[in-house]
């Protein structure tokens, strides 16, 4: 017991160890800290760049407490945010809690609320809620919650800044006169830079509250920074909350006295007035008249201004002699210039160049302006291009131009109008594109038209001068680019799969937009492999798809200058109408395989009877053809292959036959399968020495064929149009002479296959060491032993010599497997008497022997194959042969077994007599080989 004692001891210390240890291990950790850099008076920078407030402060006293080290790193909140979600930082503070962030980051409890209202320029009326806001062009800080509430408000005219202070410079500058954001660094930013009266505020929006977080998961950092955060008491927050917000000067209970006192005063100051309106009543009274006009006139004026400072739609007003007198924010938005010093002072011509649809130039006398100016009629509507030199790009505006006359008709202002319609005009564009995609789909003859169509319906979305198609062919692991305007992919070429920019799309099926650096970086850590002699400066490509959501290709544009010519909607073109495209494209590959497919045949590739039959109706009508020749093409033994070898090899065959018809025939011809085994050509410009070197052509090739093991023969007639024959009677003479050629040939065809059948039956293994030879030997012994004639004895060495030449037909897996065959195994090796009993009816020479053939591996006890025969109703001839076929397979080496010795061949021979072997058989082949030995 006393031992058991002091063994728990021992543990509780050694744990107390490892406590301690764990202890030191995890105080000596280092916590890394994002906030936003921009945030007083919780998070800010001094004159010097370091940063202090309220969290700094908090977050030092957390170190203090924990013992761990806190790297704090503040900047741009957008920024902050990404490199949060890229596991750069451990935790993110000054962040508010919604839904999209709750499906990244687990937060601590809240410890701020922070109000968010709506601030506006005091000469702006109305502005109470979101709904008011619509019209206005609203400043927001990048990455900030008030963006996602603003946009489910339907507020979408948003100027994104990258901070607090920008946003409030640019209020500073009247850039912007509205902005949303948290309230505690709007007023510290207002009063800093001295406008906090040119600006009111709304009530809030919508309320925050600040949280720190942590990456989903990380629950033990959650839990350590929670803790931490609770060890700071209440009078320490109080301490620091008091060093940045100040001590309040007044008590509750003073204030309440002072609000005592000044009202009994406002009271007596109110008597006194009372008592003094009397005598002042009627200059007061005129006097407030006065005021009250005077103030509603600057009021009305500072509307007025504000008002067409921050109307949407672009104003410019011009004197009489064209010169400028206004022009709003709003207008200078429209051309890309940021502001009114950037701007010239000109006249009509100075700031704009317009264009029309078509891309034409406006001329001087044909903007709107200068009509109304010379003709005194206003301009309704008209819709133009603004070429804005300094974007790169064209923004299309709805114009409208007013004169304004005096009482004697002098025109003494233009007042021009421009309303942003890029939006509607590319929506048009795009309904337009769509549109023409789907009828080329339906209109063009052939793919080539369709790509040439869909690059020139997109080049009038986004600039597309190197644009191409890919397509991936799966089964050859191949991307063919039967497109292209670009010099780094040739049209109709194609490329093995591999890590290029259009492999990556095809892989992960999802659309990528690179510019030159994004390219470098994925070049450098080996992602992407591109040609170094050709550097991209952009590249965008979007997945091509079929109904069931499958990639089979993609369409991307390229360029190889230092300008990106896109934006964001120009990078959303290709991406909105690849589904478009691919239904196009999908449907024209459709119709033309269906078209080629009604005129190919599709084991060959060659053309069909339909079209060879279409091809001789066009020869009828025609009458100024010249003379034309038919060659009708039969293979040989086809039927004898299929029966023989299956119909893979006779389809061989054919292929082998299509290739030499194709090889063999020039451009004049036009080469069709006709029939099962039979080809036709028809040869223009025909004559009896063309049709004649065609055929000489096809022998020749024939010969040099050695593709397979069964030897290609072609018959073959040919004919030649005359003025009174029609095609059809050519036909029929060409067919007659390529009968005549079989009939010549048959006999000499059905040797040389079945020749070709022995040589592959003697190329077994077993057969090369003398099997048929000592069957001939063994068999031709027995036979005389009991009788058997001389003739019949001659059909007996034929028979031992081909009674396995249907195993030609069997696969060498299966003939030279050393174990047990499977069932399906063992039925393919039983169909040899069968493939064996074809092969010799198709030859004069073995058609004696066939039925030998087809009931060789019958049992004398009925338990044989193929037909189940038995006993006397079993061939003699196939019953002397299971017995001396069995010897000497028994007394020699076979792939899956060695040799018996004679003895125990012989005792297996009597094993088996009167089940596998006819008894009186054995009983005297056994006395035979006796003798022998």
């Not at 319906?457 to 063919?480: M, N, S, T």
């Not at 893979?648 to 065959?653: A, I, T």
Request: glycine content about 6%; some cysteine.
């Amino acid at each position: 017991m006393g031992r058991m004692k002091f063994w728990l001891i021992l543990l509780y210390i050694f744990s107390l160890f490892l406590i301690s240890q764990t202890a030191a291990s995890a105080a000596a950790e280092t916590l890394n800290v994002v906030m936003d850099d921009n945030y007083p008076p919780y998070v800010f920078r001094d004159d010097h760049g370091h940063l202090q407030g309220i969290l700094i402060d908090q977050w030092a006293l957390w170190e203090k407490r924990t013992g761990i080290k806190v790297n704090i790193s503040a900047m741009e909140w957008d920024k902050a945010q990404r490199c949060m979600q890229t596991g750069g930082f451990d935790v993110i503070d000054t962040i508010f809690l919604n839904a999209e962030r709750a499906k990244v980051y687990d937060f601590t409890p809240p410890y701020a609320t922070i109000e968010v209202p709506i601030f506006f320029n005091k000469n702006i009326s109305g502005i109470e809620n979101t709904d008011s806001l619509k019209g206005f062009k609203v400043g927001v800080k990048k990455g900030d919650n008030a963006i996602n509430v603003l946009r489910q408000h339907g507020v979408k005219d948003l100027v994104e800044f990258d901070s607090y202070e920008d946003i409030v410079l640019a209020a500073k500058k009247q850039q912007i006169v509205v902005f949303v954001m948290d309230k505690p660094p709007a007023l510290y930013y207002l009063y800093k830079l001295g406008i906090q009266n040119d600006f009111r505020a709304s009530a809030p929006v919508y309320a925050g509250q600040f949280h720190r977080a942590v990456t989903q998961g990380n629950t033990a950092i959650l839990k350590e920074v929670v803790s931490g955060f609770s060890q700071i008491s209440d009078a320490e927050y109080s301490a620091i909350d008091n060093r940045w917000l100040g001590d309040t000067l007044l008590s509750p209970e003073y204030i309440n006295r002072l609000l005592i006192a000044l009202s009994a005063v406002c009271i007596i100051v109110l008597g006194l007035v009372l008592w003094n309106s009397s005598l002042k009543k009627n200059v007061l009274s005129k006097t407030q008249e006065l005021t009250v006009n005077i103030a509603a006139l600057q009021r009305s004026e500072r509307r007025y201004r504000g008002l067409l400072s921050n109307l949407n739609v672009g104003i410019i007003v011009y004197g009489p002699g064209g010169n400028i007198v206004l022009r709003n924010q709003a207008y200078l938005s429209l051309l890309g210039i940021a502001d009114h010093l950037s701007a010239g002072a000109g006249g009509i011509d100075a700031d704009i160049s317009f264009v029309h649809e078509d891309g034409s130039r406006v001329l001087p006398d044909e903007q709107p302006a200068r009509r109304v100016m010379l003709e005194k009629v206003p301009v309704y509507d008209d819709v133009l291009g603004i070429a804005r030199q300094n974007k790169g790009d064209i923004l299309w505006v709805q114009v409208s131009a007013f004169p304004e006359v005096d009482c004697s008709g002098n025109l003494e202002q233009i007042i021009v109008t421009m309303v942003d319609v890029t939006e509607l005009k590319r929506t048009e564009q795009l309904q337009a594109a769509l549109y023409r995609i789907s009828e080329s789909s339906r209109a063009t003859n052939n793919l080539d038209e369709l790509y040439r169509d869909v690059h020139q319906a997109i080049g009038k979305l986004i600039f597309a001068e190197h644009f191409y198609i890919a397509i991936y062919d799966e089964r050859e692991g191949k991307i063919e680019f039967p497109y292209s305007t670009d010099v780094s992919h040739k049209a109709k070429s194609s490329r093995i799969f591999g890590r290029g920019l259009t492999d990556c799309v095809l892989q992960t099926e999802q659309e990528l937009y690179v510019n030159a650096q994004m390219l470098n970086k994925l070049i450098n850590e080996g992602d992407i492999v591109t040609n170094p002699a050709m550097p991209l400066s952009y590249w965008h490509g979007v997945p091509l798809k079929t109904k069931d959501d499958k990639t089979f290709g993609v369409i991307a544009v390229q360029g190889y200058d230092d300008k990106t010519p896109y934006n964001a909607s120009d990078e959303e073109v290709l991406n909105f109408v690849s589904s478009q495209v691919a239904m196009a494209i999908e449907r024209k590959r459709a119709e033309e395989k269906l078209i080629y497919l009604s005129y190919h045949d599709f084991l060959t590739g060659l053309y069909n009877r339909a079209y060879f039959e279409q091809e001789l109706q066009r020869l009828e009508s025609a009458s100024d053809l010249n003379p034309h020749g038919i060659i009708i093409f039969d293979v040989d033994g086809l039927k004898l292959v299929n029966d023989t070898f299956g119909h893979s090899q006779g389809d061989s065959l054919l292929i082998r036959a299509a290739d030499v018809l194709q090889q063999s025939l020039d451009t004049d011809c036009i080469v069709s399968r006709i029939g099962g085994d039979e080809f036709a050509a028809i040869v223009f410009k025909a004559t009896e020495e063309k049709l004649n070197f065609i055929c000489t052509k096809v022998k020749d090739k024939i010969s040099a064929d050695d593709k397979g093991p069964i030897l290609l023969h072609i018959s073959m007639g040919h004919g030649i149009s005359s003025e009174k024959s029609l095609p059809i009677d050519v036909f029929r003479i060409a067919d007659n002479r390529m009968y005549r050629d079989k009939l010549h040939r048959q006999k000499g065809t059905r040797g040389n296959i079945i020749q070709t059948l022995k040589q592959m039956l003697t190329e077994r293994d077993y057969i090369t060491e003398g099997h048929a030879e000592r069957l001939l030997i063994l068999a031709e012994k027995l036979a005389k032993s009991i009788g058997m004639q001389e003739l019949d004895i001659a059909d007996l060495r034929l028979f031992a010599q081909f009674h396995d030449i249907g195993k030609v037909g069997i696969s060498d897996r299966i003939l030279n497997k050393p174990g047990l065959l499977t069932p399906e195994e063992r039925q393919q090796m039983q169909r040899h008497c069968e493939i064996g009993h074809r092969i010799a009816l198709s030859s004069p020479d073995l058609s004696p022997i066939a039925d030998w053939i087809l009931k060789h591996q019958e049992w004398w006890n009925g338990g044989g194959y193929p037909l189940g025969m038995s006993g006397e109703a079993i061939p003699l001839e196939c019953r002397i042969l299971a017995i001396v076929d069995a010897y000497d397979a028994m007394t020699n080496d076979r792939p899956y077994r060695k040799a018996m010795d004679h003895e125990a061949a012989v005792a297996e021979l009597k094993s088996c007599s009167g089940t596998q072997f006819d008894p009186a058989l054995v009983i005297k082949f056994c006395a035979l080989t006796m003798e022998d030995q």
